[in-house]
């Protein structure tokens, strides 16, 4: 049966996205078949973290009636396949976002894990990624401004009757003005499911285009994320690092084919 999952917290910048892109990677890892689609229509940036920014064919151009869904997917070297939306400002006319749980629902039966990498704020793309979605994943900061906004998308996901798996917390810095683990569930009212600390491995997966637990898979940020993959799965979470030697390979590999 495939799981959608809307991942989405009412405020930007809070790592909806790099969340998305990571559980998506991590789980692929796990074996899952995964779709991870940008809902974020106006300002889109799924298409970075994977590298498919300059995709030919985008999710605007299905909503469009342009282009078929299988054209519009590609498919990561790490085995997740990408559904992005379009980059430009001129692809925005005549977009409708509300179709995007038709979407969804041709996607349902051929994957495993749905992942819908949510909009800010609670309007017409926030709203839609929620009704799209069977389950709800919220992404929030270890501050007020962070959970306040995220309440907000609760309360509206809750309204649509969509299950909240939980809230992870991200970008710990582990400051002592920063909420702790029962802070944020006692003012959401849902279990955090994973702490991820905040890691400059993040910014260099992102500059690289890769997901940070393909780039660096022994990262603080990359191993709590496959700990998130492991929860929904339901398994124990057993840390393998990766040897040193490969990474080092890797690196050198990437290092030749860059662009
Ligand atoms: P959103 O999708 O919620 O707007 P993004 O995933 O785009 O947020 O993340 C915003 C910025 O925060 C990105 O530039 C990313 O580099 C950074 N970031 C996200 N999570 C982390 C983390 N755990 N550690 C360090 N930087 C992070
Ligand atoms: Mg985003």
Same mark, same amino acid.
């Given at each position: 049966m495939t799981r959608v999952i809307c991942v989405i917290g009412g405020k930007g910048g809070v790592g909806k996205t790099t969340i998305t892109s990571n559980l998506a990677s991590a789980l692929a890892d796990f074996g899952q078949k995964v779709i991870a689609v940008d809902t974020n229509l106006t300002t889109p940036n799924l298409g970075l973290h994977f590298g498919v920014?300059?995709? *030919?064919?985008?999710l605007h151009d299905i909503l469009k009636g342009k282009s078929k869904l299988k054209d519009s997917i590609y498919i990561h070297p790490n085995g997740v396949n990408v559904l992005p939306a379009s980059m430009s400002i001129d692809d925005l006319e005549g977009v409708d976002v509300s179709r995007l749980h038709e979407i969804t629902f041709s996607l349902k039966g051929k994957y495993d894990f749905i992942l819908l990498d949510g909009a800010a704020g609670l309007g017409r793309e926030a709203v839609s990624g929620i009704m799209a979605a069977d389950e709800i994943l919220i992404v929030t900061n270890p501050d007020l401004p962070s959970v306040a906004d995220a309440l907000k998308t609760i309360k509206l996901a809750e309204r649509l009757g969509k299950k909240i798996i939980g809230v992870v917390v991200n970008r710990i810095r582990g400051k002592d003005y920063e909420l702790t683990k029962e802070e944020v569930e006692e003012m959401t009212?849902? *279990?955090?499911i994973a702490m991820i600390p905040e890691d400059k491995n993040v910014s260099k997966a992102i500059f690289s285009k890769t997901p940070v637990v393909n780039y660096s898979p022994n990262s603080p940020a990359a191993l709590e994320i496959k700990k998130l993959a492991c929860s929904l799965l339901g398994i124990p979470f057993v840390e393998r690092r990766v040897p040193r030697g490969f990474l080092l390979f890797d690196k050198l590999i990437r290092w030749a084919l860059r662009k």
């Open positions: 920014h300059l995709a *030919p064919f985008t009212g849902y *279990p955090v």
